[in-house]
């Protein structure tokens, strides 16, 4: 079991240092940059959670697979970045696994350290989906999942699950299962039918439009 | 008094939260987005100083009122966006009030952990506008409070008060109030006459104009 | 040996706010705006590897001579921005020894903290780049250093050294200058001649002209 924890947490941070990299490759930054924004797509959510809960030095600091997992990640994806291209569909298959991984472990860590349910929620979603804002912040892009489909909710989702589960003093492994299952489905089914959550209609009605002109004497 | 403090500290979360939310909406994030946004604004100051005197898991972890009325007042936003636009002068006089509330908890809370007085300053700015600099990065735009009126001088203001206050031994409430009541007016008294820090000269004759014709789609 | 280290560590905070301050006078941020980026520059790095080694409240926020020095760098900047501009030349130079002493003093520190070697390493290297990155992001720039010669080679080069000697129990003087050396010789010769690590063939066949398109000179 606890094997297989760190199996699935590996591969998680495979995926998204993957995906970090290939953000990075697109926009044309150099070696080094592109094996950081593999490191920091892969490690940024855990460390933020390590950082909130007082487990310092965070695991990604501890524990060198991390480390050596998104390197190499860094380094396929540098080296064969039109093959992970064409991948691409696969990728959001693993990228959903991944986010399902990383909001099960983000939200079972946090009830270890002794948070609050609702605040073991939180931080599992901020596990799963941190890493990715921080690859988008650094290349100056308003983060993904501020806007795409589902993919907060289905950590959302997973962590709920995992702390619902805890609370009922359930059987771990079938939590996880159920969790992680229900997270790799609601992202992949929100992808194949574009679910999307709600825009305000105020953004719709008038100020998406405006939006490049708008603000003239602030900048 | 304690209950008050943390009434005050409460305001100060929903105003922030609102700003937040709003800013969101405006750039068209979906509900998810706007809530992150929500929580972000009201809560990364906080959360920041926390992390930064060693305080984990920090309060806004602690306690789920901050979480509950950061997304109360973006779900008020999202679904009433053109009322609060509409009320936007309110909401100006209210992140006032939130300003300097933050700002002096923030003094309050160094001091209590033992920092120095000067860098008990610090971090009750860092309280105050934190917030709204981790608002502005995610939505990739150069934080309004390096350009805005006044904004950080007044929650130092605050922060000043209150550690000579402690300094000096002197009552708390009193204190408390006067420098709450100095943050406020003097942001106050910047938004209505548009008093600003002085900008370099070098930036004036060179790299302004040329600034502002070159990145046309970003601003 | 230790005044001498201090020593080294307060040049390359001056140095090192310089850089944000100026960045910041070009983008036509007012005086406080300024002071913030000087010390984000100067102190970013060190604080972000004192929170992962839990090392808080961070040695910025201990000893004032590092906010001092850096809001002493800003005001210098933000009076004299056209002087510091026709020393650009000489800031580059200064800059490169920052970066050196910083990656030193990083990988030392890490080590005193029983991180491991690898783990040291990159901690040596958060500390010498992780200012300059805090500073583009606050500009919403993608940082520089993942696209500039050499630059957190430069870093790692003179960290490993010093966890290399570590590990040998080689004397820490000779070591130390070593570390120096290379790292701010590295880094000059880079500049020099324009030394780069290579950019994914991918981001050069198919990305680059699309990018180059419409931000020009940014990139």
């Known amino acids: 079991m606890e094997e297989l924890s760190l199996a699935l947490d590996l591969i998680g941070t495979f995926v998204f240092a993957l995906s970090g990299a290939l953000a990075g490759v697109k926009r044309g930054l ?34 060198l697979r991390y480390l050596g997992t998104s390197l190499f990640a860094g380094l396929v994806t ?23 991984f990383f909001a099960v472990a983000g939200a079972s860590k946090a009830l270890d350290h002794g948070l609050s349910p609702v605040m073991a929620v939180v931080l599992g979603m901020v596990t799963g989906i941190g890493g990715g804002m921080v690859r988008d912040v650094l290349l100056t892009e308003i ?8 993919y907060a909710v289905a950590a959302l989702v997973a962590a709920t699950v995992v702390v619902i589960g805890h609370l009922l003093h359930l059987p771990v492994a079938p939590v996880t299962i159920t969790a ?3 997270c790799f489905g609601l992202r992949v089914m929100a992808i194949r ?6 825009v305000a ?9 405006a939006k490049d002109g708008n603000n003239p004497e602030k900048f």
Do not use: C, M
């Open 78 to 100: 540098f080296y064969f970045a039109s093959l992970i291209v064409r991948l691409s569909n696969a990728v959001l298959l693993f990228d959903a696994a991944g986010l399902a």
């Open 30 to 63: 150099d070696l080094f940059g592109v094996l950081v924004l593999s490191f920091a797509a892969a490690n940024a959510g855990g460390i933020t959670r390590d950082l909130l809960i007082g487990a310092v030095p965070p695991a990604a600091f501890h524990d």
């Open 180 to 182: 992680l299952i229900l």
């Open 201 to 209: 209609k105020f953004a719709k009605q008038s100020d998406v439009t």
């Open 143 to 150: 983060p993904t999942v501020l806007r795409a489909e589902l």
């Open 193 to 198: 039918y574009r679910w999307q959550l709600p």
